[in-house]
């Protein structure tokens, strides 16, 4: 006897994928390896069957420049001071747009990263006075921009010894960020006021006032300067209606 059977039906879930930010700035490389450990691990610590993370790594200036300040709602950030409390390579533009939102006041400033999070691990020298300024000066700005942060923020230190041995903080850190960032995750993505678009394209703003060759090409225009450039797109429009009608007019 032969019997038609039939397969039952496999459904196949789709599973959302969500990117993370992982970004850096590096003297001597140990934050840039810090940041691609983060990196690495990030996807394994964060995904869940339902719902998978992915880590993008790279420096400060390279999200600023490359990715146009393409905000994700959670950040993860790895940098440390130089010289004089100054930026290390690959965080000059980052620290300047920092800068920038410290010395602004008025509430748009204050909206600007409303809604996005961020961990911050920072690395120094406490032989210098300034050894935790940049990490401190950033802290400062994206808090001052709406953003929270999350977890502590951790502070390396080079010359650090026995278990406050920089590496050892640097690891006791990484370990310590998933339970803070998967409880944020938790949620369901979209939190009271979080617009990434907008940040984005105002921290694009932003950048172009500060840097003489930042292209706004992509950038919304927001406000009067959006109402301007709404007028100006229908302008050709308009003159060729006019041109139109005219050479009707003449040939009827």
């Given at each position: 006897?032969?019997?038609?059977?039939?397969?039952?039906?496999?459904?196949?879930?789709?599973?959302?994928?969500?990117?993370?930010?992982?970004?850096?700035?590096?003297?001597?490389?140990?934050?840039?390896?810090?940041?691609?450990?983060?990196?690495?691990?990030?996807?394994?610590?964060?995904?869940?069957?339902s719902?998978?993370?992915?880590?993008?790594?790279?420096?400060?200036?390279?999200?600023?420049?490359?990715?146009?300040?393409?905000?994700?709602?959670?950040?993860?950030?790895?940098?440390?001071?130089?010289?004089?409390?100054?930026?290390?390579?690959?965080?000059?533009?980052?620290?300047?747009?920092c800068?920038?939102?410290?010395?602004?006041?008025?509430?748009?400033i204050?909206?600007?990263?409303?809604?996005?999070n961020?961990?911050?691990?920072?690395?120094g020298?406490?032989?210098?006075?300034?050894?935790?300024?940049?990490?401190?000066?950033?802290?400062?700005?994206?808090?001052?921009?709406?953003?929270?942060r999350?977890g502590?923020?951790?502070k390396a230190?080079?010359?650090?010894?026995?278990?406050?041995?920089?590496?050892?903080?640097?690891?006791?850190?990484?370990?310590?960020?998933?339970?803070?960032?998967?409880?944020?995750?938790k949620?369901?993505?979209?939190?009271?006021?979080?617009?990434l678009?907008k940040?984005?394209?105002?921290?694009?703003q932003?950048?172009?006032?500060?840097?003489?060759d930042?292209d706004l090409?992509?950038v919304?225009?927001?406000?009067?300067?959006?109402l301007?450039?709404?007028?100006?797109?229908?302008?050709?429009?308009?003159?060729?209606?006019?041109?139109?009608?005219?050479?009707?007019e003449?040939?009827?």
């Open positions: 006897y032969c019997y038609n059977i039939t397969k039952p039906e496999t459904t196949t879930m789709t599973v959302d994928t969500e990117e993370i930010f992982v970004l850096y700035s590096s003297q001597t490389g140990n934050s840039e390896s810090a940041a691609e450990e983060i990196t690495s691990l990030l996807p394994s610590k964060l995904s869940s069957s719902k998978k993370y992915k880590a993008k790594c790279m420096q400060l200036d390279d999200f600023l420049e490359i990715e146009r300040a393409a905000w994700t709602r959670l950040v993860i950030i790895v940098t440390s001071s130089y010289g004089v409390g100054q930026a290390p390579l690959g965080g000059y533009k980052f620290r300047e747009l800068d920038y939102i410290l010395s602004e006041k008025g509430t748009d204050n909206n600007l990263l409303k809604g996005i961020y961990a911050l691990l920072g690395l020298d406490s032989k210098y006075t300034t050894f935790f300024k940049n990490p401190t000066t950033l802290d400062n700005a994206l808090t001052k921009a709406g953003a929270t999350i502590p923020l951790g230190d080079a010359s650090g010894t026995g278990d406050m041995e920089q590496g050892k903080i640097i690891q006791l850190w990484v370990d310590g960020i998933w339970s803070h960032l998967n409880e944020v995750l949620g369901d993505g979209s939190p009271e006021g979080l617009d678009l940040s984005k394209d105002d921290s694009s932003i950048c172009a006032k500060i840097f003489e930042w090409k992509g919304t225009p927001s406000g009067n300067q959006g301007f450039f709404a007028k100006l797109s229908i302008l050709p429009i308009l003159l060729s209606l006019v041109a139109y009608f005219l050479l009707k003449k040939y009827l």
